[in-house]
């Protein structure tokens, strides 16, 4: 099933909001118009009215017919209102105009997929990425064809490649987590759903995947087991050979490690615990994190969002982050802390407000980096 969100794109916000760029070779009077009209389009498109749009965007079309940007909106309506074949016949003629970047193949591309014509998304699909190489948006759109036909290496390649590409594209990150969160290899999922996390920090999928994270590091620990204790990846992860040689253990591996000393003062005489609690697995993250510091993990591997943690720890705030990172594995337990601690964290928050993980460049969170 096609998973494509159907939303108002920025571009069209963007334009409309300041149209004299777009608009510069029109009549101010027409200009003034086509731009009323847009917007009263777009209000109709936030309230889920496609159908009432399609004849507004008329009006503006005609007024400025070579706009190229209102005639995307108005494809954007006809997907709404389920109506692909009008989309396509739209699309066909503006999906390359520059002025659309990467959208244009995307859209055309998701009425196909809509229409289960999946060889002719495809190829809309490689042909945006030929042209937009740095799409971290048709990375995805890729990497989602891949995973629906059951190839998750192959998923999984191209939504890396995404993060790399356009790193702050949240919905690779977001599938990344997804997809690793069915396998065995959890430490990717909680890697890249912290990361997603820290780039969108207030939707519906951040509530998803921060009980997910907090999941994820539940499932990969049976503290007390004497046999099996920890397990983040499976074993075939653990034996790949770090780069550098025999000598040095692989991230993974380093991860799993300092996982297992840093989880010790939890662990219970002849007693398993399959869960801890947010408190108690903020208190782990966090000797973790010295732990990983002391054994000298942070120079021999290279993870952005270590660092993070690092430099969150050397600045006060890493518990208190923690607390915000899984705030939704259990949502009663996060209430009575924030109750109990409601100044703190709201002084917290501010100082997060301000002070974000940097997306500025590609992160390295311990697979595939270059």
């Keep these: 099933m096609k998973t494509y969100q159907m939303q108002i794109s920025l571009l069209i916000l963007v334009m409309i909001f300041s149209f004299g760029r777009g608009l510069a070779q ?53 997907v709404m209102a389920k109506k692909y074949q009008e989309a396509v016949a739209i699309l066909k003629g503006i999906y ?10 995307q859209l055309l591309g998701n009425c196909y997929d809509f229409l289960e014509d999946t060889s002719a ?6 042909d945006g990425l030929i042209a937009n190489p740095k799409s971290g948006r048709l990375h995805f759109e890729i990497g989602q064809r891949k995973y629906l036909q059951k190839d998750r290496k192959g998923a999984h390649e191209f939504w890396l490649k995404g993060t790399r590409a356009e790193p702050r594209y949240a919905t ?7 997809s690793y969160s069915e396998t065995r290899d959890r430490l990717w999922s909680a890697l890249f759903g912290e990361a997603f996390l820290n780039l969108e920090r207030n939707t519906q999928r951040t509530r998803e995947i921060s009980k997910l994270v907090y999941d994820m590091w539940n499932l990969s620990m049976r503290l007390g087991d004497t046999l099996d204790p920890i397990n983040f990846c499976t074993e075939e992860t653990l034996e790949v050979p770090d780069k550098r040689g025999p000598d040095v253990m692989n991230f993974p591996t380093a991860f799993e490690f300092t996982v297992a000393q840093a989880s010790q003062p939890f662990i219970i005489k002849d007693s398993v615990i399959k869960g801890l609690s947010i408190e108690k697995l903020v208190d782990l993250r966090y000797r973790f994190t010295r732990a990983w510091i002391s054994s000298g993990n942070d120079s021999l591997h290279t993870n952005d969002l270590l660092r993070w943690s690092m430099y969150l720890q050397k600045q006060g705030r890493l518990k208190e982050y923690l607390w915000w990172l899984y705030s939704y594995g259990d949502i009663r337990e996060m209430n009575a802390y924030f109750k109990k601690n409601e100044e703190r964290y709201d002084v917290f ?8 993980l940097s997306f500025d460049k590609p992160l390295c969170l311990g697979l595939g980096c270059q």
């Design 26 to 78: 029109v009549a101010p009077d027409v200009a003034r118009r086509a731009d009323s009209a847009a917007k009263k389009a777009v209000e109709m498109m936030d309230n889920n009215l496609p159908e009432s749009a399609l004849e507004v965007w008329d009006v503006a079309i005609k007024l400025v017919p070579y706009y190229v940007p209102y005639k995307y909106e108005k494809a954007v309506c006809y």
């Design 96 to 105: 390359t105009d520059k002025t659309l970047g990467d959208r244009g193949y």
């Design 121 to 126: 998304s495809y190829a809309v699909y490689s």
């Design 172 to 178: 690779n990150y977001y599938w990344l987590a997804r």
């Design 349 to 356: 928050l501010v100082w997060f407000g301000e002070n974000q």
